[in-house]
């Protein structure tokens, strides 16, 4: 995740009105979510991958919970996409077509299932696995077993009819056979077979059409073709994963018999599924699905578990725009292979120097990658990479892009060298030096150009002092024409607008966009000043709880490393760094012009409720919780400022008691400890009740 996507840190109180912050973190989100919606439904050519686009809308969502005044009704967590394109008629879904919450590991899903249980206030639920294929999901209504409307998801109350298209897919049935209910509604996932991926691609370049950039945008894409005989052309193909709605006929009692009976009425259902009764064995199933992953002629991006039982998906319904009752597990990181063109060396903004590869751009899981991430000089030679080498490239989530290693069928010419790495700083050519304990190369010339360049770059970020107009370009012109040559100057820059005017391709509404942003960035909050001084190590999360503590600039300054290392989650590391750069005369000099010109924030959320109950209570856990997991609970009694340790003694003040509690409950009731339970404990911390025998 770059610093420009870091997710805003709020304060998790529901009674306060939201920061100036949050209402425009809420806004962008909304801009950024609803243009990759359209991007991603209407014009079938994603800008980023689902999840990222997942990243964004849980943030949104909880940005949304807190502060419930920022849910707009165009807020794209009112609705589950996008609206239907033009050209196909609208259909209403009879019942909402849904999505799928995510999750990304074991500990993800074990929540999951346990919050799932919970809410039905069971302790087991049969599950069932699906290969999460990657395509696009319809909706078939079948009249007396004759098809009779299949509509897209659309924004999953509204999609659009396209039944004459998915007429022409071989793989529906354009007729049901044996006892099937008269108004009967299937639902799955329409794909494009990856070996025809190709060579639908190739027939398009060679008519002069652009190329799809994956098999779910090409089926997406040829599925909504207004005219129907150019779907016909398509070789798409179906699984059912799903009834939807079903007149009043005797329903299935689980997910497993509604699936048969869609075969038996003749509709295809993936052969792969699994039956799971525990987390053990959904975990089973996902390892064997992601092993026979490539075997597969259509893309799968996951695993679909679900609640077999169809009474038990009712009770636990949906929220939002998921259903309670299934979950996806998605695989992680996505691969391709591609051209290492060339190795390039970047001077960061402290003065690390970092190099990056230029790729021959390729799509990997949804997104065109053309650099990547080398780390520093170590790795170039330990994975032997060379200017010209096939190598295969990786991403994972929102990280970037990385280089995992050689193709196994790279080929190297005679030409082929080691790269060589610079000696001095490619920048202002000097030394350059690489510690022992660093595996960074670092210039340490102060006023190395590039260094200052990269930190104003940084200072304007979106999650810094968010100064828009002051992008790479201008972070680059300002200090080499004279105009900048340290931060504070940025705030004096208003009296040289005539200046800035004869700067090329500058122009008024630039200039003045500029100097705007420049003029509202004064009023950032002191965490986001503190991230914005780029100071080593300090990233936005840090800079939270640093501001949180002491509250203004010169406290900050005046910071002692005991007290910045008796800030939870503050190391000796940043201690140590922080102190280093207040300790030097340049860096006194910058805060001090910052605060001459009136930058000079204080840090206003609230201080913790130093009234809770928990407040210096001392707890022990025994036994296993069921509704929170140890550790849950562990952060909740630290963050009210509790202490939990692991033996009870006459010191403690609640024993907290789990089932299958052990020795230390007896220990406990001898030496009259206060005992209580889950749910007392959760009243405890949730609302102050202080539990009474
Ligand atoms: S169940 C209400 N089962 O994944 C639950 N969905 O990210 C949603 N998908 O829109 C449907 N394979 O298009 C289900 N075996 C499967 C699936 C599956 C792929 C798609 C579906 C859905 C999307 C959610």
Partial sequence: MSDQDSPLYIEPSSDSSPSDEVIKRAARLRVEINRANTLYYIENSPEIDDAQWDARMQELLSLEATYPELQTSDSPTQRIGSAPAS?????????????????????????????????????????????????????????????????????????????????????????????????????????????????????????????????????????????????????????????????????????SEALDAI???????????????????????????????????????????????????????????????????????????????????????????????????????????????????????????????????????????????????????????????????????????????????????????????????????????????????????????????????LYRLHNRRDELLKVDKMGETRVDNLLQAIEASRSQSLPRLLFALGISGVGSESAEWIAHRFRNLTAIQKATEEELLAIDGIGPTIASTLCEYFALEQNQKLVEDLMKLGINPFDQTPKPADEHPVNGMLFVITGKLEIMSRAEAQNQIKELGGKVTSSVSKKTDYVVKGTDPGSKLDKAQQIGIHIIDEGQFRALIGKGVIPVD
Avoid at 281 to 298: G, K, P
Avoid at 390 to 407: L, N, T, Y
Avoid at 420 to 449: H, K, L, W, Y
């Fill in 263 to 489: 075969k038996e009425w003749g509709g295809r259902v993936n052969k792969w599924t699994r039956n799971a009764e525990t987390v053990e064995e959904v975990m089973t199933a996902i390892a064997n699905a992601s092993l026979i992953r490539d075997t597969l002629d259509y893309d799968i991006d996951g695993v679909v578990i679900k609640i077999n039982s169809l009474a038990l998906q009712k009770r636990l319904g949906y929220v939002g725009r998921d259903p309670r009752w299934a979950i996806a597990f998605k695989f992680p990181a996505e691969r391709a292979e591609t051209t290492l063109k060339a190795i390039h060396v970047n001077v960061g903004r402290t003065g690390a120097l970092t190099p990056w590869a230029e790729l021959e751009p390729v799509m990997v899981g949804g997104v065109t990658v053309g650099r990547a991430t080398l780390h520093n000089k170590d790795e170039i030679a330990r994975k032997d990479l060379r200017e010209g080498d096939r190598v295969i490239v990786q991403r994972a989530g929102d990280v970037i892009p990385q280089i995992v290693s050689i193709s196994s069928r790279n080929e190297r010419n005679t030409q082929s060298a080691p790269f060589q790495f610079p000696e001095t700083c490619p920048s202002c050519q000097a030394i350059t030096i690489q510690s022992i304990d660093e595996a960074v190369t670092r210039c340490v010339n102060g006023a190395c150009m590039a260094q200052f360049e990269r930190l104003l770059q940084h200072f304007a970020s979106r999650s810094a002092m968010d100064i828009e107009g002051l992008g790479e370009r201008v972070a680059q012109d300002l200090p080499r024409l004279g105009f900048v040559s340290n931060i504070a100057d």
């Fill in 87 to 255: 050209g196909f008629e609208e259909v209403m879904h009879r019942l909402p077509m849904l999505s799928l919450g995510n999750v990304f590991d074991e500990a993800g899903l074990r929540n999951w299932y346990r919050r799932t249980l919970a809410f039905l206030e069971i302790d087991h639920a049969s599950m069932v696995c699906e290969l999460k294929i990657d395509g696009l999901a319809i909706a078939i209504t079948y009249v007396n077993g004759v098809l009779d409307r299949a509509a897209t998801r659309g924004d999953g109350i509204r999609g659009e009819d396209v039944t004459t298209n998915v007429r022409t897919i071989r793989s529906v049935p354009l007729k049901l056979s044996g006892d099937v209910p008269s108004d009967l509604e299937l639902r799955g996932e329409v794909f494009l077979p990856k070996s025809k991926f190709a060579s639908l691609n190739s027939e398009r370049e060679q008519s002069g059409l652009p190329a799809y950039v994956n098999p779910r945008n090409s089926a997406s894409g040829s599925l909504r073709q207004l005219d129907s005989t150019e779907t016909a052309k398509r070789p798409l193909d179906m699984y059912f994963y799903s009834l939807g709605y079903i007149d009043n006929a005797v329903e299935p009692k689980s997910h």
